[in-house]
């Protein structure tokens, strides 16, 4: 008997020591902001990541909010972001009043191209008088940003850099992980993300002042004293010490994860990578090693003799879901109006591009399904 339950782009894995964690919390009564299960998993993240200090948060968009007040984001102020993300890298820069400075990508990961950087920081320089305040660089799917390379532009115009390594933990560059590269960094646990606590987030950096300034921010700015005293506008940003516990046990299995999803990444292209007209995102050399998070890919509609839409509907039919690759935020109706600097090629990903289901969690059941269901409309067999 085949089971015909719907197969998801990506869903929460459990690796069943989450619940050991949740059960001391209640155990302990520690359910509020703070706890053990806060600390601990503050200090996996950063034996993991190698970066010295951390804070755990309620989302990801809540730790990229955070780095721009502490970088001094204020109302004007512009800060350059990559444009092939999802609309939580850029909407913090709008809470802080400031003005999103929109970079394309380059074919190689799919991620910021350094020349478009620097066109864009020469441009904004002689528009304005001024270089963006800080840089928010995504590695989009998991794929590792030409980093040396972005890195040398933003120091060259002594530009900080927030690392949105929210769909990269478990990546690295040049054998050291992401989320280490930028001045301050962030992960996202939201229940799509390779791990997950539900929904959460964190934030890293080698700044010990500023990890504690946002732990302080975090938790409504409230100033040392015996009553409520407040010199400083606060958020309730703070992870919860019953999350933080599903925190702690998803690290036990993090790695394990990443293997699963990359090689559901070489099932992908071995079945295609034949095909005139599928092309997929991979890394460009051994410096670059992506989680995979998703498996995604262009199709040329010349070559292939079908488009994107059609093998996207054709699977959902078999009860696969597939999405197309994120839509660029300077092609989004609220941000349109914001400085672009590029070639289009996100528009040219977005319009052919698909990710393919890459859950941690499917089995060989379904990877036979979505196996038979591509076959059958690609190969004809
Ligand atoms: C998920 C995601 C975010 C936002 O993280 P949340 O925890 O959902 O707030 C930011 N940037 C990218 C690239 C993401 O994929």
Redesign the pocket.
């Known amino acids: 008997m085949t089971d015909r339950s719907k197969i998801l782009l990506s869903s929460p894995h459990l690796g069943g020591h989450e619940q050991k964690f949740v059960q001391t919390a209640f155990d302990t009564n520690w359910i509020a902001p703070l706890g053990p299960n806060v600390d601990g998993f503050e200090s996996d993240l950063q034996d993991y990541s190698g970066v010295p200090h951390a804070a755990v948060l309620a989302?990801?968009?809540a730790a990229i909010h955070l780095a721009l007040i502490i970088l001094g984001v204020k109302q004007y102020d512009e800060v350059l972001v990559s444009t092939f993300?999802?609309s939580?890298?850029v909407n913090p820069i709008i809470y802080q009043g400031g003005v999103p400075i929109m970079v394309d990508s380059e074919p190689e990961t799919w991620n910021m191209s350094p020349e478009h950087l620097e066109n864009a920081i020469v441009d904004r320089l002689t528009k304005t008088g001024n270089v963006p305040k800080a840089l928010i660089l995504?590695h989009?799917y998991g794929m590792p940003a030409k980093l040396d390379e972005i890195i040398e532009v933003c120091k060259k115009y002594e530009i900080p850099i927030i690392e949105?390594a929210?769909?990269a933990l478990g990546s690295s560059y040049k054998n050291r992980k992401l989320g280490s590269f930028g001045d301050m960094s962030i992960y996202?646990?939201?229940g799509n993300?390779i791990i997950t606590t539900s929904?959460g987030?964190a934030l890293l950096s080698n700044n010990e002042e500023w990890i504690k300034r946002s732990r302080f921010l975090a938790t409504q700015a409230r100033d040392n004293y015996v009553h409520y005293e407040h010199s400083a506008i606060g958020y309730n940003y703070r992870m919860s010490n019953v999350v933080a516990g599903i925190g702690r046990g998803q690290m036990l299995v993090l790695d394990d994860w990443v293997e699963k999803r990359r090689t559901i990444n070489s099932f992908y292209r071995q079945l295609l990578e034949g095909l005139d007209g599928v092309e997929f995102l991979v890394e460009p050399n051994n410096d670059y090693f992506s989680n995979h998070w998703l498996s995604a890919l262009v199709i040329d509609e010349s070559s292939l003799g079908l488009d994107r839409e059609r093998i996207r509907l054709h699977l959902l039919a078999d009860n696969i879901e597939s999405r197309p690759l994120w839509k660029p935020m300077h092609m989004q109706p609220i941000f349109s109006h914001f400085p672009y600097y590029g070639d289009r090629l996100s528009e040219r990903l977005f319009h052919n591009g698909l990710c393919l289901p890459s859950g941690s969690n499917l089995g060989d059941p379904e990877m036979h399904r979505i196996e038979k269901s591509l076959n059958r409309l690609l190969l004809k067999g």
């Open positions: 989302s990801g968009t993300t999802f939580g890298s995504v989009l949105d929210a769909e996202s646990f939201n993300k929904g987030g």
